[in-house]
């Protein structure tokens, strides 16, 4: 779902990044397919990354709970 101008919370950053062109050209075609602009459609693949990476970590620190507890 595409970021509403304006509705930011907060002051924001800026991250400047290089990509080699075929990548850049990648990126672009893949965010016109999903009817979003670069940045937009980057923003939303970071913080889909950050909520996997949270939901693994998750996911590890149930397991190593549920361990302990059968262990007691």
Do not use: C, W
């Amino acid at each position: 779902m595409p970021r509403q101008k304006g509705t930011g919370k907060g002051k924001t950053g800026r991250f400047n990044i290089r990509l080699d062109e075929e990548t850049a050209n990648f990126y672009r075609s893949e965010a016109n397919q999903h009817g979003l602009d670069a940045s937009e459609y980057l923003r939303q693949l970071l913080l889909h990354g950050a909520i996997a990476a949270n939901a693994v970590e998750i996911q590890e620190n149930f397991k190593y709970t549920a361990t302990e507890i059968q262990a007691n």
